[in-house]
């Protein structure tokens, strides 16, 4: 199974496993709080399938990665997006974030710059969050995460209070986020939701896409996607109808196409 080092804790190896798949110009897929890679399984074969080397992996404390104890901030999961990109030797790559994930896309280009970035999306993207909220899942996150996440999940891939997304499926995704390291699942509420990109949103001089579900009711776009994309000068839009926080998921052929539409321009 492949794996990368980013560092080292107690004395034992702290490493990201990814996959890699497909020929052409790459494209790195950042899965959002609390998921893994497997939140991309729509995504993959489809954009293999349209000329891309596609690669997903698992952020630090989440599904085959090191299950650290510490290293759940911001500075340190961009640490280790750079330490894979430098891995893969990728050059013209593209950084699709979703959720929180697009924290490390914008932090990655402030801090190490745009030269081997081809272009940047962003979905869902998740600026900061409700003090109160972001409390309220801490401590729901130390009694009792499973029901947390289980509620989460639901909140995500739901419209109006009826869910956009088969019970299989969002169960699938439920025990991915509960196989993740407990301390890593709370830890990294504080990672996105004190979060404050805008300083480097701001640094983005790639083209960049922003989707974002219509009807999101956990990130809406206008607390989100719209204050994203305006701090971003020459950036895309879209709106996906009807769809979730979620939509990359519940919405994934709409979403697929827009951002594929996006890449290969």
């Avoid at 340190?76 to 990728?90: I, R």
């Amino acid at each position: 199974m492949p794996h990368v080092v980013v560092g080292s804790e107690n004395g034992a190896e702290v490493s990201l496993y990814y996959e890699d798949a497909g020929a052409g110009d790459p494209v790195v897929l950042i899965h959002g709080w609390p998921l893994s890679r497997r939140s991309w399984d729509s995504q993959v074969q489809t954009f293999v399938e349209a000329g891309h080397r596609v690669i997903t992996y698992d952020r630090r404390g989440f599904g085959r990665s090191t299950h650290a104890w510490d290293g759940y901030d911001l500075d340190t999961f961009t640490a280790d997006l750079h330490t894979l990109v430098e891995h893969l030797g990728l050059t013209r790559v593209s950084l699709v974030g979703f959720s929180s994930g697009g924290g490390e896309v914008a932090r990655y280009a402030a801090t190490f710059g745009t030269d081997r970035l081809h272009r940047i999306v962003l979905a869902g993207p998740v600026i900061g969050a409700d003090r109160q909220m972001a409390a309220d899942l801490t401590i729901a996150s130390r009694r009792h995460r499973i029901s947390m996440l289980d509620d989460l999940l639901t909140r995500f891939f739901s419209v109006d209070g009826e869910s956009a997304l088969d019970e299989p499926t969002r169960r699938y995704l439920l025990q991915a986020a509960a196989d993740a390291s407990a301390k890593a699942v709370t830890d990294s509420i504080g990672a996105w939701s004190n979060a404050e990109p805008l300083a480097d949103l701001i640094r983005i001089d790639v083209p960049t896409l922003v989707v974002h579900g219509e009807q999101d009711a956990f990130m809406p776009y206008e607390a989100g996607g719209r204050q994203v994309a305006a701090a971003i000068a020459g950036s895309a839009t879209v709106l996906i109808p009807s769809a979730p926080h979620g939509v990359p998921i519940t919405h994934h052929e709409q979403w697929n196409q827009a951002v594929l539409a996006f890449l290969n321009d």
